[in-house]
């Protein structure tokens, strides 16, 4: 039995001022995922922190300057014997202007319901497939709404994380 090596991942859901959300088309030329989209982001080096890692990968790819929120999800990717695992979080726009690196070919603002209308990374469609589209206006209060649609999302991507992890 050959064991997964595990990979460190961060990725950024940018959101603009009509709350779309930022994706990326992978260059063709890339080993995985070629042509597919992605959300801003990139491995983990070592010594750096989440943060230090998305803003560095945000910057190289995009141009982009961010500042990043809170965390709103986690998904995994396999990759022959690397176990990728992807860190979301959320992040704004400080400054810059948006221009491509080689590893992407193109860009789009999309909102979240329509992200599957995309062909995705495999690893960002299981998480918009994982998301819960619950209406939860019944709690009350739109700030408690807010943290309702991050958190629960978060919390079954985590569980469905786990899950699979303690499967094998």
Same mark, same amino acid.
């Given at each position: 039995?050959?064991?997964?090596?595990?990979?460190?991942?961060?990725?950024?859901?940018?959101?603009?001022?009509?709350? #779309?959300?930022?994706?990326? &088309?992978?260059?063709?030329? *890339? #080993?995985?995922?070629?042509? #597919?989209?992605?959300?801003?982001? !990139?491995?983990?080096?070592?010594?750096?922190?989440?943060?230090?890692?998305?803003?560095?990968?945000?910057?190289?790819?995009?141009?982009?300057?961010?500042?990043?929120?809170?965390?709103?999800? @986690?998904?995994?990717?396999?990759?022959?014997?690397?176990?990728? @695992?992807?860190?979301?979080?959320? !992040?704004?726009?400080?400054?810059?202007?948006?221009?491509?690196?080689?590893?992407?070919?193109?860009?789009?603002?999309?909102?979240?319901?329509?992200? *599957?209308?995309?062909?995705?990374?495999?690893?960002?469609?299981?998480?918009?497939?994982?998301?819960?589209?619950?209406?939860? *206006?019944?709690?009350?209060?739109?700030? @408690?709404?807010?943290?309702?649609?991050?958190?629960?999302?978060?919390?079954?991507?985590?569980?469905?994380?786990?899950?699979?992890?303690? &499967?094998?």
């Amino acid at each position: 039995m050959i064991d997964f090596v595990f990979g460190l991942s961060v990725r950024v859901l940018i959101t603009d001022e009509d709350n #779309k959300i930022l994706i990326l &088309k992978r260059s063709t030329d *890339s #080993k995985t995922n070629p042509g #597919k989209w992605e959300l801003p982001g !990139g491995k983990v080096d070592q010594g750096e922190s989440f943060d230090q890692a998305l803003i560095r990968e945000v910057s190289e790819e995009t141009g982009l300057k961010i500042s990043l929120e809170h965390v709103v999800g @986690v998904s995994e990717q396999n990759l022959h014997l690397i176990r990728a @695992v992807h860190i979301i979080m959320s !992040g704004k726009i400080t400054e810059g202007t948006l221009t491509l690196s080689h590893e992407h070919e193109g860009y789009a603002w999309v909102f979240f319901e329509n992200l *599957s209308e995309y062909e995705l990374a495999d690893w960002l469609e299981d998480f918009v497939n994982n998301q819960e589209t619950d209406d939860n *206006s019944e709690i009350g209060g739109e700030e @408690v709404n807010q943290v309702t649609r991050t958190v629960k999302p978060w919390l079954k991507s985590v569980k469905n994380s786990m899950d699979k992890i303690l &499967k094998q």
